[in-house]
């Protein structure tokens, strides 16, 4: 948990120096910008090691508008999800073996680059289509009894997403909703359990800037 905050905060250090240095001297720029900060719902959906659907993420996005319409930004997003699997006899050798029960646990923490396209970008209600693409860290991890083994990959993200930010009041925030599909080419095995990669579908309601 200490590396997800050390990596969230840099993240955030990071977009606000950028944005520091892209903006103009005059305020109106301001309305160019636009970030998102959400918990986000996680459905696995090509992967057997840990397919339990989890609430445990966050998403991170904040973009530049370079037209009326069309942004590019950055985003860092970090999901958990988990697995029990029971008691079974595993080879370790030709000569041993062990019998556990296990708790799987995969972390993915994908980042970079996001394009966006908005619709109505002045009304209140405002929906877009976006894709990120960039690299993802993801960390296999079983534990067992008192001991853990763990497997640490990198892979290519790429990430379509549907959404909408609504602005019910004058003054920001609003709300943010949106759906994803998301593609990993991440590779791991521990315990004789693995993924070739990592495909999950998710929801996620935050707030829009």
Do not use: C
């Amino acid at each position: 948990m200490k590396t997800i905050r050390q990596l969230t905060m840099r993240f955030l250090a990071v977009a606000v120096m950028a944005v520091a240095y892209i903006l103009p001297s005059n305020a109106q720029s301001l309305d160019k910008l636009y970030a998102n900060i959400d918990w986000q719902f996680n459905f696995p959906i090509s992967n057997s090691f840990a397919d339990k659907a989890s609430g445990w993420g966050m998403n991170f996005e904040g973009g530049y508008y370079l037209t009326e319409n069309l942004a590019i930004g950055g985003f860092l997003t970090y999901h958990s999800n988990h697995k029990y699997i029971p008691r079974q006899t595993i080879p370790l050798s030709d000569n041993s073996s062990l019998n556990t029960d296990q708790q799987h646990t995969l972390f993915q923490l994908p980042f970079g680059v996001a394009g966006r396209y908005t619709f109505n970008r002045e009304g209140m209600l405002q929906p877009y289509v976006s894709l990120k693409i960039g690299p993802q860290y993801a960390k296999l991890r079983t534990t067992f009894n008192a001991f853990e083994n763990s497997d640490n990959t990198w892979g290519f993200y790429i990430s379509p997403e549907i959404g909408m930010n609504i602005f019910p009041w004058v003054y920001q925030p609003g709300i943010h909703v949106a759906a994803y599909f998301s593609y990993a080419t991440n590779k791991g095995s521990v315990m004789n359990h693995g993924t070739d990669d990592m495909g999950n579908f998710g929801l996620r309601i935050g707030i829009a800037f």
